[in-house]
C-alpha cells in the first residue's frame, strides 16, 4: 500500500502534528467478515506480527492518562505489545498481549486480565488518575491497584512494537480506535466511547483527547463490499448477483 494510501487511514484520526510519522514500508489492510463486526470501525489495520508499527513522534508525558483499542489478537505464543511507550524495561506504560492475556504496565505496576483473548475483538482500556489504575476488558474493570507513578519518558511511543532497545514483540493481530488521553475516563465514558466513531465523541468525551487512530479504510473497493454484505445482514436481505459484484469489486482493489 503506498504512503499516500495510509496516510489517509491515520487522517481523520490525527489530533496532533507531531503524531504523524510512520515506519516505512507499514502494511495496512482492512479485515472484514461476512457476519459483520463486533466492533463500531467499518475496517482495522492489520499487523503482521514481524515488521508493522506506527511510531509516535512524542514522548509519552501523560501522567494520567487513559489508553484505549479495540485489539485482535492472532496467537496466545508470543507477547504482543499494542503500545509501548518506555525508556526502559519499567520506565514508562505499555499495553500488550501476554501469552493471550492483556497486560498494563505502569513503571513497576503489572496489572493482568487473568483471561486469555485469541481470535476475538476486545476493547482494551487502561486508565490511571494518579490515585488508582486501572484495567477495563470490554467495559468491564478486571483488575486495579493503588499507587503513586510519575510518567517521564523521552523515547518516543509506538503502537504495534516493543520499542526501546530494539524492534521486537510486534502486534499480530488487528488494531482499531486506538486512542491516548491526558486523563482517566470513568467507566461510563469507557462504555460509551467503545462503541463510537471520532465523529461521535461528545466535547466532553473528547475533553483530554491527545490522539485517535481510527486505522480504517472506510472507502476502499473491499470495505464497500463489507458494507453491503453487513447491511444487508443487518436487514435480513440477499444481495442478488453477489459474484458479479464481488468480481467488479475485487477488480478495482
Given at each position: ?38 466492533f463500531p470501525a467499518q475496517g482495522s489495520a492489520e499487523f503482521n506480527g514481524t515488521s508493522d508499527y506506527i511510531q509516535l ?102 503502537i504495534g512494537v516493543r520499542n526501546f532497545q530494539q524492534d521486537t514483540a510486534f502486534w499480530n493481530g488487528n488494531l482499531a ?77
Amino acid at each position: 500500500m503506498r504512503k499516500a494510501q495510509f496516510f489517509y487511514l491515520l487522517r481523520r484520526g490525527l489530533l496532533s502534528g507531531g503524531l504523524n510519522l510512520i515506519k516505512e514500508g507499514l502494511v495496512m489492510a482492512s479485515k472484514f467478515t461476512t457476519q459483520g463486526l463486533s466492533f463500531p470501525a467499518q475496517g482495522s489495520a492489520e499487523f503482521n506480527g514481524t515488521s508493522d508499527y506506527i511510531q509516535l513522534n512524542d514522548p509519552f508525558s501523560h501522567t494520567n492518562h487513559t489508553i484505549a483499542a479495540w485489539v485482535y489478537n492472532n496467537t496466545a505464543s508470543a507477547a504482543n505489545h499494542i503500545l509501548d511507550a518506555r525508556d526502559g524495561g519499567s520506565d514508562g506504560i505499555r499495553l500488550k498481549s501476554q501469552s493471550g492475556a492483556i497486560e498494563y504496565n505502569l513503571n513497576t505496576i503489572n496489572l493482568n486480565s487473568g483471561t486469555t483473548y485469541v481470535d476475538e475483538w476486545v476493547f482494551v482500556s487502561a486508565t490511571y488518575d494518579g490515585v488508582t489504575a486501572k484495567l477495563y476488558i470490554n467495559g468491564s474493570v478486571l483488575n486495579s491497584t493503588t499507587t503513586t507513578q510519575t510518567i517521564s519518558t523521552t523515547t518516543d511511543a509506538c503502537i504495534g512494537v516493543r520499542n526501546f532497545q530494539q524492534d521486537t514483540a510486534f502486534w499480530n493481530g488487528n488494531l482499531a480506535n486506538v486512542a491516548i488521553w491526558n486523563r482517566a475516563l470513568s467507566s461510563d465514558e469507557i462504555n460509551s466511547v467503545m462503541w463510537k466513531s471520532y465523529e461521535g465523541l461528545t466535547g466532553a468525551e473528547s475533553n483530554g483527547l491527545q490522539a485517535w487512530y481510527s486505522l480504517d479504510d472506510i472507502t476502499s473497493p473491499a470495505a464497500s463490499l463489507a458494507n453491503m454484505e453487513q447491511l444487508a445482514t443487518d436487514k435480513d436481505a440477499t444481495i442478488e448477483n453477489k459474484a458479479a459484484i464481488t468480481a467488479a469489486i475485487n477488480a478495482l482493489s
